[in-house]
């Protein structure tokens, strides 16, 4: 529905990009023919942008506010002071941008749905009055699980690992459904998910959770199912990170990894899911910015190399779809370039989208000068415009209007559907790992709980945390429960704490986040365990906590700490769901990582 508050002249460009697309429904271009017709339209297009405005198309930057043209004061300053002008419509005309990027908490771009709406709107009425009026590909990071943008209103569903765990190609190709559908009722109709990479280190500081596993197989079959639920949703999905960041001990965002894996190995364990997500028609991949001497001997980062983006994801895997930068603020790609060379080098290197310029002036501006002098030239800019236009028409953004509608919001976004297949695919995610003399499920005379341990606030709400939102589920349930937040390094006086609330309790819940060989967390268990009191552990993120703690009488996984994995780890401790996951990636031994504690596939039942 279009926003009646549209002027008359944004309603005709409106009308003018709608009549460049006849592909069919969404933008689908169904035959050879069809798919001539729609790049022919979308070249009529382009023809009519000047070298500044097809510039503007491969940038998608970050900006401050809720609202395109009247943020708050705060958002106003920090959006000249960053960006050099107040909103993101001055943004959008200044630069002639193609695309942005949401973010909750330190952008201040998400609070509730219909605001998201508002803002998408006032979003595309800047893209529409541009001199070439192009609608705006608005992008997110939505993985769900421990990364999530939109909390508050929208359903929130479990993360790759946790996916993997449950094993099922339909719950995550549901999974991906559910979350392009309500993305695009606010018009975000582009996912930077899902993870491809194949987590086959246990101290990955940066992947972990977000991959489907430690299998390249199943990893490939679950980026399909989540590319198709995404895609067939209207949203174009995006396979990260390639060629690879599954083997990493450092994080990009801080350093530049190296992957040392051989050719060979490349090809067994990291190439895989791309090539899965290729053959299931993905329509974006990102990059890494990482080394992989094994393909680019020259070490150039990923993101840079064209041996990488060229030689291996184009030539090699067929890719012809856009590739997208991470993030250009990340130091992994800032190592050995200026801010005004990386977005120039990213475009040699055979990228299209150019993600977070840490500084837009700077990296548009270095486009620019790169163009002016013949290093890159126009029809490279075309290339890669062509791409970009051709995923925002086969997103439907112009074979329909771009506008969306609040009605649709309330009736699509956290819709009551939705937040019942989520907390099903949840509990069929959870694992259970430890249950020795049947400790589990609880029994009926076990009702006074005690929760306590590490209590990770909710990835896009700070108010509400881990242990208090685990009481409430297990109140709800009809226990009655104390609950007790020691953090991920509890000192020995909260240690104390925790050890004299547990007296007079029946059970005692106790959650972990990371723990490592010397962790406070390892002290808290063992302290529980010494009161008799039976404990029931519960690793809220990380499945490698267990290989720290000994012996624990029960000890399960949920893998994320939002309210659907929560409650549906403690309605399998209660018994009123069977714990179906099962682990999706080794857990060698913490004395002795030659061996192995828990194989993949390892996971209990109550009927085990």
């Known amino acids: 529905m279009q926003d009646r508050s549209l002027s008359r002249r944004t309603v005709l460009t409106s009308a003018t990009v709608v009549a460049a697309s006849a592909t069919g429904v969404a933008g689908l271009a169904a035959t050879p023919a069809a ?67 949401y973010f909750s908490g330190w952008a201040n771009n998400i609070q509730d749905p219909r605001q998201v709406a508002d803002l998408t709107n006032g979003v595309q009425r800047a893209s529409l009055a541009l001199p070439t009026p ?16 939109i909390g508050s209103g929208a359903t929130q569903l479990p993360g790759a690992m946790a996916l993997g765990a449950g094993g099922s190609l339909s719950d995550a190709r549901t999974a991906g459904r559910i979350s392009g559908t309500e993305l695009a009722a606010l018009g975000i109709r582009q996912n930077f998910a899902p993870v491809a990479d194949v987590n086959v280190n246990p101290a990955n500081p940066i992947i972990n ?40 001990a450092e994080d990009s965002h801080t350093g530049l990894p190296v992957i040392t894996h051989t050719r060979e190995e490349w090809d067994r364990i990291d190439a895989p899911p791309f090539r899965a997500a290729i053959a299931a028609g993905v329509d974006s991949i990102m990059t890494a910015h990482l080394q992989v001497p094994a393909l680019d001997p020259s070490n150039e980062p990923a993101t840079l190399s064209p041996a990488i983006l060229q030689g291996v994801l184009r030539g090699e895997l067929g890719f012809d779809g856009v590739i997208v930068t991470d993030a250009l603020n990340m130091r992994g790609v800032r190592t050995k370039y200026g801010d005004d060379r990386v977005p120039v080098l990213a475009l040699k290197a055979g990228a299209d989208q150019l993600l977070f310029p840490p500084d837009i002036d700077v990296a548009y501006n270095g486009v620019l000068a790169a163009v002016r002098s013949g290093e890159i030239t126009e029809d490279r800019l075309d290339e890669s415009v062509l791409r970009i236009l051709r995923i925002k028409d086969k997103a439907g953004l112009f074979s329909g209007s771009p506008y969306v509608s609040p009605k649709e919001v309330d009736r699509v976004v956290g819709a009551r559907r939705h937040r019942l297949a989520a907390a099903r695919i949840a509990e069929r995610t959870t694992t259970l790992l430890v249950n020795e003399d049947e400790a589990l499920p609880l029994r009926r ?95 809220v993120r990380n499945p490698y906590d267990i290989a720290h703690l000994g012996d624990v009488p029960a000890s399960l996984v949920s893998y994320c700490w939002t309210e659907v994995e929560l409650r549906a780890a403690a309605r399998v ?33 109550y009927d085990d």
Request: net charge positive; hydrophobic share 40%; charged share 20%.
């Open 35 to 101: 798919a001539h017709e729609r790049d022919r339209r979308l070249k009529r297009i382009i023809s009519r942008m000047s070298v500044e405005a097809k510039i503007g198309q491969l940038f998608v930057p970050y900006f401050y506010g809720t609202s395109a043209t009247s943020p708050s004061q705060f958002d106003q300053e920090r959006n000249l002071r960053e960006l050099g002008v107040r909103t993101v419509a001055e943004l959008i005309a200044k630069y002639h941008i193609g695309g942005v990027i």
């Open 134 to 149: 192009v609608p705006s590909l608005i992008s997110i990071d939505q993985e769900h699980g421990a990364n999530v943008r």
């Open 209 to 248: 959770v977000r991959s489907f596993g430690a299998d390249p197989r199943e990893v490939g079959r679950m980026v399909a199912a989540q590319v198709t639920g995404y895609q067939r949703a209207g949203v174009v999905a995006c396979a990260k990170h390639f060629p690879g960041h599954g083997d990493t």
């Open 445 to 539: 005379g076990q009702r006074k709980l005690l929760v306590v341990g590490a209590s990770p606030a909710f990835p896009t709400d700070s108010t509400r945390t881990t242990v208090p939102e685990l009481a409430e589920a297990f109140d709800e349930l009809g226990y009655s429960t104390t609950h007790l937040a020691t953090g991920r390094a509890p000192d020995a006086a909260k240690i104390d704490e925790a050890v004299a609330a547990a007296r007079g309790r029946d059970a005692v819940v106790v959650t972990t986040d990371n723990v490592d060989a010397t962790s406070a967390q390892r002290t808290l268990v063992s302290r529980l365990l010494a009161t008799g009191v039976p404990v029931v552990h519960l690793a």
């Open 573 to 605: 401790i209660a018994g009123r769901a069977e714990p179906r996951g099962r682990l999706p990636v080794p857990i060698q031994r913490a004395d002795d990582p030659a061996q192995v504690l828990f194989p993949s596939g390892h996971g209990l039942s």
